[in-house]
């Protein structure tokens, strides 16, 4: 490695470590707050009332804002990263399937858990793998389900010492 490259940092977990039924309950959870939920809602140019009017809001089903489903899947993806793909990832390759269980509200912490449904050598590219995650994200509060996400990334191979 050249001086003046800073080495990756790596806790995630190398391509033969995921092998399927592994299931990871994650240590990081994560409260939502308002803020975020605005933020993530206007950065991403979504101008839904459901999301960012109270007011609008308090009439529907739910008598709140929602926190919006794409920073769900985010945060279920998110934390997870830590223990599993953090610096030996090459790159998500896609969902295959999504869906929200339950509502979220600012104020829910979310855990999550990530369970490694299929992992096989690339067939071109021989110091890496494929692997197929299925995340699921919980409320704490209410024990709900509020997310699951199954996608596939391709990992690295543990390297060769």
Aim: charged residues 20%.
């Amino acid at each position: 490695m050249p001086d003046n490259q800073i080495p990756r940092p790596v806790t995630g977990l190398w391509f033969e470590d995921l092998t399927p039924g592994l299931v990871v309950h994650h240590a990081i959870r994560r409260t939502i707050t308002e803020a975020d939920n605005v933020a993530f809602t206007t950065m991403t140019m979504n101008p839904a009332p459901i999301h960012l009017d109270a007011d609008y809001a308090s009439g529907t089903e739910f008598g709140k804002p929602l926190v919006n489903s794409m920073l769900t899947l985010a945060l279920a993806v998110g934390i997870s990263v830590h223990e599993t793909t953090m610096g030996t990832t090459v790159a998500n390759l896609g969902f295959q399937e999504v869906s929200f269980g339950a509502p979220v509200f600012a104020g829910d912490t979310i855990r999550v858990e990530t369970e490694v449904l299929d992992a096989r050598p690339s067939k071109s590219r021989p110091t890496q793998g494929v692997v197929t995650l299925e995340h699921r994200a919980y409320s704490v509060g209410a024990d709900a389900l509020v997310c699951r996400a199954v996608r596939t990334a391709l990992m690295h191979r543990r390297p060769s010492q």
